[in-house]
């Protein structure tokens, strides 16, 4: 039976200080493997999206689209409703709350 070394906490954080300066010693085989995991990660995503979607049939619905005008004019009753309120908000008079407000001579002559 194999025995397997079993890798302590303080074993893969030594690991993880030191692989900067191992990257560092090494920048130029650091660099030429970066540059071939970019190289074959492009050609993946160009091989799936680009070589394979050209490839691919498309399914043409055999249904075409129907103009629903019933739901038409629900809608746009609905937006003239909205538009109509937001005129009538528009007109609205509101107090002022920071003044404050004196009863008028023809209000106190009514009363």
């Given at each position: 039976?194999?025995?397997?070394?079993?890798?302590?906490?303080?074993?893969?954080?030594?690991?993880?200080?030191?692989?900067?300066?191992?990257?560092?010693?090494?920048?130029?085989?650091?660099?030429?493997?970066?540059?071939?995991?970019?190289?074959?990660?492009?050609?993946?995503?160009?091989?799936?999206?680009?070589?394979?979607?050209?490839?691919?049939?498309?399914e043409i619905p055999?249904?075409?689209?129907?103009?629903?005008?019933?739901?038409?004019?629900?809608?746009?009753?609905?937006?003239?409703?909205?538009?109509?309120?937001?005129?009538?908000?528009?007109?609205?008079?509101?107090?002022?709350?920071?003044?404050?407000?004196?009863?008028?001579?023809?209000?106190?002559?009514?009363?």
């Amino acid at each position: 039976m194999i025995k397997i070394k079993r890798l302590e906490v303080g074993e893969i954080k030594r690991i993880f200080q030191r692989l900067p300066s191992i990257l560092g010693k090494h920048a130029f085989l650091t660099f030429l493997a970066l540059l071939l995991l970019s190289l074959l990660s492009g050609g993946f995503c160009f091989y799936k999206y680009g070589f394979l979607a050209g490839r691919a049939e498309l399914e043409i619905p055999k249904k075409t689209l129907q103009f629903n005008e019933e739901t038409y004019s629900r809608i746009l009753k609905e937006w003239e409703s909205r538009e109509q309120r937001l005129k009538e908000i528009d007109v609205k008079q509101y107090p002022d709350p920071f003044r404050k407000s004196y009863p008028q001579p023809s209000e106190e002559l009514t009363e």
